[in-house]
């Protein structure tokens, strides 16, 4: 491999270093401040179901945890699937993201129990989740579908999580946010398939 071609692998890995460990630490700051200095009042931001205050929780959702072990558990797997999906194109990371927090939040708004509030980004997770198992299928190339392969072979009973199983849990963002991840496999396969 010639110097010009290890610097930009180098400089490659850095910026997904860059993104996915800044997006983490707000995350933490966020817990941090909530726990600390807001004493869990942030949360009251997540999405309500069906009402008008609740939308804007559709966008604050995966910032928002319930305990700093639900952020830890959130945070390994965030990075992971998030790194995966940069593998093939940074951008990708950004694209799936956006369109998974949409489906995710609008199906927890439209779908959740009243009186309920839906925090974290479990949904996020699953989307990422969703997006690896399936670009490969939408997308037929030997990374894509190399990638899906072994997302499936370590990851694949996380597919449980789309239904519901535990009180408390939010199934419904783990069922749209996965959701989501096909519905953006589809699309960015699609069109790396017309390139």
Do not use: C
């Not at 997540?46 to 995966?62: A, C």
């Amino acid at each position: 491999m010639s110097n010009p071609e290890t610097k930009s692998i180098t400089r490659e890995l850095q910026s997904h270093a860059a993104i996915l460990g800044g997006f983490v630490s707000l995350l933490w700051a966020i817990e941090i401040l909530d726990v600390f200095v807001f004493r869990g009042a942030l949360n009251s931001y997540g999405v309500r179901p069906r009402t008008i205050d609740g939308l804007e929780g559709i966008l604050l959702m995966p910032f928002l945890h319930g305990s700093f072990a639900h952020l830890a558990a959130n945070t390994l797997p965030f990075l992971i699937f998030g790194w995966l999906i940069m593998l093939q194109e940074t951008s990708d990371f950004f694209i799936v993201s956006a369109i998974t927090v949409l489906v995710s939040g609008l199906g927890v708004w439209l779908t959740g129990a009243p009186n309920s509030v839906h925090i974290g980004a479990s949904g996020l997770i699953f989307g990422y989740f969703g997006f690896l198992l399936l670009r490969g299928y939408f997308q037929r190339s030997f990374t894509s579908i190399a990638i899906s392969l072994i997302v499936g072979f370590f990851y694949g009973s996380l597919i449980w999580g789309v239904f519901p199983s535990q009180p408390g849990v939010s199934w419904q963002a783990h069922f749209f946010g996965f959701a989501g991840g096909i519905l953006a496999a589809q699309l960015l396969g699609r069109q790396k398939r017309e390139v």
